[in-house]
């Protein structure tokens, strides 16, 4: 029997739901290979690391980021996504505490949701994959001819614009937020963690948040760092996100396409393209 959801889980996905920022790698592959696509790509690493570097905010990067894709076509951009998820997938690209977490979810008839800077490039192979209801993303402004004019449509979705997209969600779908679960690792995705009941951190989890909040969420092990990075331990007193609860009826949700907001979030953090 397939029913209604009755509650939502929200998944950010660079670092979260994949070991990558899918945007980086994403802009390497379309850009290609040889000395001129090093130097853009060393350009466009140092010019979103200073942005970085003086605080400006995410979402300022993230639109930062679409600029450089100025007057490339989406069609193209999305062949190429397909093309370097293709080849991604089979090197170690999802995050496998946080994938199991998902195939619980939807095995119990939770609304499936992925939450992203990235944009549909990005985004969609993996969506696809993984059987995600709804896709939130930033999503890259384009012209008549299908070139991106390098400006969004509507928000970046970082930070707060999350929080937003997934209370409206919550609401469509007459979804309790006390029922429903978010998985991210960012300090900017603290929003959306703090809109549900069940938020869990992930990896070495939002540093601005303080203790005596952060102590009584769950927490799932982030990917393993970059060979040059040190690992971090896992922070104190959390406990490991347990598996949710089955809901007593049979089936999933019905089957929902996965459009929405598509946006680009790999572009906030270190530059370095992995599975590329």
Partial sequence: MTIAATRAAFFDVDETLITCKSMACVLARFWGRGEVAARRLAAARASLQAQIGAGVPREQVNRSFFRFLAGSRLDELEACGQEWYEKARTGGLVHTPVYDALRRHANAGDLIVLVSGAFS????????????????????????????????????????????????????????????????????????????????????????????????????????????ARPAPPPAARTTAPPPSARSATGGPSARSATGATSAEGATGAFAPQAA
């Fill in 121 to 228: 490039a990005c985004l969609d192979p993996l969506a696809r994959e993984v059987g995600a209801d709804l896709v939130v993303c930033t999503v890259p402004e384009v012209d008549s001819q299908g070139l991106l004019t390098g400006e969004l449509s509507g928000p970046a979705m970082i930070g707060e614009a999350k929080a937003e997209a997934a209370r409206g969600i919550m609401t469509a779908f007459d979804l309790a937020p006390g029922d429903c679960f978010a998985y991210a690792d960012d300090d900017s995705d603290l929003p959306l963690l703090r809109a549900v009941g069940h938020p869990v951190l992930v990896g070495d989890g939002p540093v601005s948040a303080p203790l005596v909040e952060t102590a009584t969420w769950s927490w799932l092990p982030g990917p393993a760092p970059a060979p040059s």
